[in-house]
């Protein structure tokens, strides 16, 4: 065994490497920091909604955003498998995802469903053949979002307030046929807002094209926020408090009605991309997104807050920030989110059962061009 000598000059050098790295560990942190992509709607992986989880994985999550479901399944279709780590999506889209076989089965114990209100243990779409593919992380309705000066929650209480003279050019939609299709079609009386047979599916279609003279115009997100704040448009069907909650933190006199022909619930939910070489540090963001902590984030997200599954996000969403859990219905008693789903009152957002996608979407542009 050779000799070793420890002289001064070593100790001197090996005590400035260990300096340098506790001055620098910024520096060493990220030589040894893990990427993870996400495919996600806007806003899932800004600093916001991963900061925490960032720090405490020594992660760096990716985001690749896109807009729509079907622009999701298009990016999915032309990349290889374990492109992305962790995907965000609506849970209508969800199925496809399964099928094309783009996500992972995960393990149901993994997650924390005790803690959720019992109508998310098993959520509709989420499963395939009594397996699970992707984990419920906020969800909200969508009814009619009005200007409380111009519209008054006693007449957003019926959709035929869109019809009324005095919003005539002042009716805007969201530019999606999902959301406003749904809407109209309870407005219509159709129990099964998305299925429905042809006779139905040709009103839907007149009730619709008969709005049209009221409509000042189509927008996205960033459209529909200006808009109803500028007072461009008084009144939008199909959407909620994920843009009327933005709105009031500007100090914009701005609600969201669910009328009592019903609403639709949108539901955002994250899989495991197929292929993931990270599937056990997206197994663990997957949890922190179910946990009390990663709920209450998720309800405060930045590009708009949204109603929680989870009863101890609940609790501490009507302890710590009590208007706004009002406004999104995360009270107790009668008339909170949970009360409006128990008594029939909120349709899930579906594809269409009885006619193509395509159909619906091929309407929608018609009706924009007409």
């Given amino acids: ?56 994985h020594n992660v760096k999550i990716t985001p690749k955003y896109y807009v729509g479901g079907e622009q ?21 889209y969800v199925q496809q995802l399964v099928l094309a076989n783009f996500v992972e089965k ?20 989420h499963w395939h053949n009594d397996e699970l593919y992707a984990v419920i ?81 189509f927008y996205d997100y960033g459209g529909v926020l200006s808009s109803l704040k500028s007072g461009e448009v008084t009144v939008m069907p199909g959407i909620g408090e994920w843009i009327t909650g933005v709105l009031r933190r500007d100090g914009a006199n701005v609600t969201t009605t669910i009328p009592e022909q019903g609403g639709i619930q949108f539901t955002e939910s994250f899989s495991i991309g197929r292929g993931s070489k990270k599937a056990d540090l997206a197994r663990k963001f997957i949890q922190y997104t179910s946990s009390p902590e990663g709920q209450f984030t998720l309800a405060n997200l930045n590009v708009f807050p949204a109603i929680i599954p989870s009863k101890v996000g609940w609790e501490r ?40 996608l395509a159909d619906w979407n091929d309407f929608w542009s018609a009706y924009k061009s007409t």
């Fill in 1 to 56: 065994m050779a000799k070793t000598t420890l002289t001064r000059r070593a100790l001197l050098k090996s005590g400035a490497i260990a300096a340098g790295a506790l001055a620098m560990p910024s520096v060493v942190r990220a030589q040894s920091t893990t990427e993870m992509t996400m495919l996600a709607w806007y806003g899932q992986a800004e600093p916001d909604a991963v900061a925490a989880f960032e720090e405490l």
């Fill in 72 to 92: 999701m399944l298009a990016l999915l279709a032309q990349s290889p498998p374990g492109t992305y780590d962790l995907i965000h999506a609506d849970a209508e």
């Fill in 106 to 125: 995960l393990d149901p114990s993994d997650y924390h469903f005790d803690d959720f209100y019992p109508e998310f243990h098993k959520f509709p779409g």
């Fill in 137 to 217: 992380s906020r969800f909200g309705f969508l009814g009619i979002s009005h200007n409380l000066d111009a519209v008054s929650v006693k007449e957003a209480s019926s959709y035929d307030v869109l019809w009324n003279e005095k919003n005539k050019d002042k009716v805007g939609h969201f530019d999606w046929h999902l959301p406003n299709l749904g809407v109209l079609s309870l407005r219509d009386g159709n129990a099964a807002p998305y299925d429905i047979g042809g006779d139905a599916w040709a009103q839907l279609q007149e009730t619709t094209l008969s709005l049209k003279p009221q409509v000042r115009g």
């Fill in 317 to 356: 969403m009507i302890n710590e920030k009590p208007e706004d859990a009002r406004h999104l219905g995360m009270f107790k008693g009668d008339g909170n989110s949970i009360d409006l789903i128990r008594k029939g009152r909120i349709h899930i957002r579906q594809l269409p059962v009885q006619q193509d």
